[in-house]
Structure formats: structure tokens, C-alpha cells
């Protein structure tokens, strides 16, 4: 399930819009203690970004690899953009840049996630946060996280995920470290209180 789901607004899920938050069960490297956005869950699967794992690629590293700078002109990038967060966004498509921003931004391929949050993946917004000309809060997450059908929803009844409604400083917030704490505490929930045992009444 990619991208052009989002624009099919039809047979919505449930998990539309919310966090996953990563039970201590999930093993898998790319997932662990991970907290995950949800932008589209339809009977077709799920996609999402993972929203608490650093890239080791810096924003002008990336404005330099497609060109969109020469190096040389690094230093008159606006403070926004030479320190704009770059997130690993998921194990899918990792050569693909997505931004997640505020709705003050934008453009022919700009598709609304919710009320105030929208997605865009093309080169015009990241030309735009460059020069400063940008949304007021976004991150470009490099690569999604995607689910076939019904495989999202398997994985949460054998309690692999927990789900919450976002809030938006965890989305955009650019210290990745304590986003899995706070995502819990969303739901009053610490850490050590998870059990990796699914409960069964």
C-alpha cells in the first residue's frame, strides 16, 4: 500500500490519523519502541511513519544529493532549513523523501493526513524550506512503513501495537529520544506498566 492511498478517501480505518505505539513484544530493529503515524488504513492495508528514529543524512545533505544545492552554498540556507529534522520514516521505499507539515503549506500534490496535517512528497516543499518559504512545522521522513491487508490489524490483537489519538509537538517535536515516552504518556501509561503477554479477559 503506497502513497496513492491517501488519495481515496473511501473505506477509511479506524487507525487513520493515529499513533502506533510498539508493545515490548515488537523485536523486529525497525520497529522497536517505535511510535508510528498512521496516514491511510483501508480494508486494502495500512502506511505510516515511524516518527522516532534519527537519519544519519543531515537536511543540506539531502538539498545537495538531488541537486537541489551546491555545497558551497550550504551556509546561506535559513537556520529552519540547515537544521530542518530528517527522520527515518520506514523500511519501504527508503530512497523516498515525505513531509509531513503543518496545512499552512501547500502545492499541486500536498494531501491532507487530517484536519490540520498534511503530506507532501515532491521536490517543490523541500525547494520551499530552503529558502526559508516553507511550512511552520514539518519533518521529511526518508522511506514509509507499510502493512498488507488485514496484516496491521492481526498484529494489534496479538498485542503488538497500542493506538492513541497524536498530538502534534510529538509529530513534529525534532528530539526523536523521548517520543516513545511521551506517546505512552499520552495515555497514561509508563513504559515499565507494559507487559509483552497479551491479556485475555
Not at 43 to 54: E, S, T
Not at 143 to 172: M, R
Request: with cysteine; glycine share 10%; proline share 6%.
Amino acid at each position: 500500500m503506497g502513497i496513492s492511498a491517501l488519495k481515496d478517501k473511501s473505506e477509511r480505518g479506524f487507525l487513520d490519523g493515529q499513533f502506533l505505539i510498539a508493545m515490548p513484544g515488537v523485536q523486529d530493529g525497525n520497529f522497536a519502541r517505535s511510535v508510528v503515524y498512521i496516514c491511510a488504513h483501508s480494508p486494502a492495508g495500512a502506511m505510516g511513519f515511524i516518527l522516532n528514529r534519527q537519519q544519519d543524512l543531515s537536511f543540506p545533505d539531502v538539498l545537495e544529493h538531488l541537486k537541489l544545492i551546491e555545497e558551497p552554498h550550504t551556509g546561506f540556507l535559513s537556520e529552519q532549513a540547515r537544521y530542518f529534522p530528517v527522520l527515518y520514516g520506514g523500511p519501504v521505499e527508503t530512497g523516498r523523501g515525505f513531509v509531513l507539515h503543518s496545512d499552512d503549506f501547500s502545492s499541486e500534490s500536498s494531501i491532507p493526513v487530517s484536519d490540520d496535517i498534511s503530506l507532501t512528497a515532491t521536490l517543490d516543499i523541500l525547494r520551499a524550506i530552503a529558502e526559508g518559504k516553507g511550512p511552520k512545522r514539518a519533518t521529511l521522513l526518508l522511506g514509509y512503513a507499510g502493512w498488507g491487508p488485514g496484516q496491521l490489524e492481526a498484529e494489534i490483537s496479538n498485542n503488538g501495537w497500542l493506538n492513541c489519538t497524536p498530538q502534534d509537538d510529538i509529530i513534529f517535536d525534532p528530539n526523536v529520544d523521548t517520543k516513545y515516552e511521551r506517546a505512552l504518556a499520552i495515555m497514561g501509561v509508563s513504559p515499565e506498566m507494559l507487559s509483552t503477554e497479551a491479556g485475555h479477559a
